[in-house]
């Protein structure tokens, strides 16, 4: 799936059911937040297996976060919180949420932000893992 597929497939989905997820006792909202939180801790302990067990190995977005990690915890020290997230919709196959990222650092010169994103999610032998996101702004930090 390309950029432009995944990104149609994203605006698809949550113009189909924007309304009908996300409820705090919704089991798919819950799955997918653990995927976000089991990551992001997983980051935090710049464990990169851990990390990658959370994003879709079919996914164009594996490759590139599993090359990029190793440098990223060599320069930064930081620390990711979730600030919010919410699924926006799904179907048979893909989920979408909106997911708030606060990112700090101690590393001179790196300033932190709160990243927000869409977040596409998709299933690889049952389990849900991140496949893309979308990048919808960023805030620096003071």
Known sequence: MNATTALATLLALALAAPLAAGADDDPLAAAL???????VAAYDREDAEGFLRHV???????????????AQFRALDVTTEVVAFRVI???DEFAVGRTK????STAPGCRGNVVDQI?????????WKYW???????ELLP
């Open 132 to 138: 893309a996101d979308y990048e919808l702004g960023v």
């Open 101 to 104: 990222l606060k990112t700090t």
């Open 33 to 39: 937040r653990r995927v976000v939180d089991d990551a």
């Open 119 to 127: 977040t596409l999610f998709h299933q690889e032998n049952g389990v």
């Open 89 to 91: 919709g799904h179907d």
């Open 56 to 70: 879709h190995t079919k996914s164009a977005e594996y490759p590139r976060t599993r090359d990029a990690l190793p």
